[in-house]
């Protein structure tokens, strides 16, 4: 049985992690979503959400963006971080994720490298 949890604001995936007011957490078997359940979210401190998760058995997350400390204390749980999620309803994504059709563009929420190599280097100021 799998446990994914995705993070719920104004009724919708949170683009950022951090801002969810509630996680959605579908229970899966066979491919199939057996149940729903809604878990508010803990206060927001480092660790805190992966630890709070961690503690229902959630085994994935699927989120927008969220930080790289976090990505590893969640893998730290063996819970599975999907990043890069569009902004849709959550039993959405939990059907896309059970039938593998998830698009998922990476992390767009990294405020930890914010300097100029982490943009790839395209700062080319040519006169």
Not at 53 to 60: G, S
Not at 95 to 124: A, Y
């Amino acid at each position: 049985m799998k446990k994914v949890g995705v993070p719920t604001a104004n009724g919708l995936l949170s683009p950022h992690f951090g801002g969810s007011e509630y996680f959605s957490v579908f229970n899966i078997e066979n491919n199939k979503i057996i149940s729903e359940e809604i878990l508010p979210t803990p206060e927001h401190t480092t660790g805190s959400f992966p630890n709070f998760l961690a503690q229902q058995n959630i085994t994935d997350i699927v989120v927008g963006g969220i930080g790289g400390k976090a990505i590893e204390i969640f893998n730290s749980f063996n819970i599975n971080v999907y990043v890069g999620a569009d902004v849709k309803l959550p039993k959405i994504i939990a059907e896309e994720f059970i039938s593998g059709s998830l698009v998922l563009t990476g992390n767009s929420c990294n405020h930890e490298g914010d300097g100029p190599e982490s943009h790839g280097g395209e700062h080319h100021h040519h006169h």
